[in-house]
């Protein structure tokens, strides 16, 4: 992966934002980039949002969040059960 500076040193903390549809989505899609992003970037903190986490797969976008975000500075969660398809 090229290292990515957003015009900052490349060790400062970022804020990452992550939109998934469904709760895998992040994991997924990104979760190699992420990893290396907090792995370059100790201390930066995580928006993780998934659009529709059905009540049956919410516990799994939880956990899956839980497991990537370890190494970040912090994490805020958003779960949302939106309609799949509709948004």
């Known amino acids: 992966m090229l290292p990515l500076s957003f015009g900052r040193a490349t060790n400062q903390p970022i804020t990452i934002l992550c939109i998934g549809a469904h709760s895998d989505d992040i994991e997924i899609g990104a979760g190699g980039a ?35 975000l370890k190494g970040a500075g912090s994490a805020d969660v958003r779960l949302h059960n939106f309609r799949d398809g509709f948004f």
């Open 34 to 68: 992420i990893l290396s992003l907090l792995d370059q970037r100790p201390g930066s903190r995580v928006v993780w949002v998934v659009c529709s986490a059905t009540a049956q797969r919410a516990d799994e976008a939880r956990r899956g969040a839980d497991i990537f």
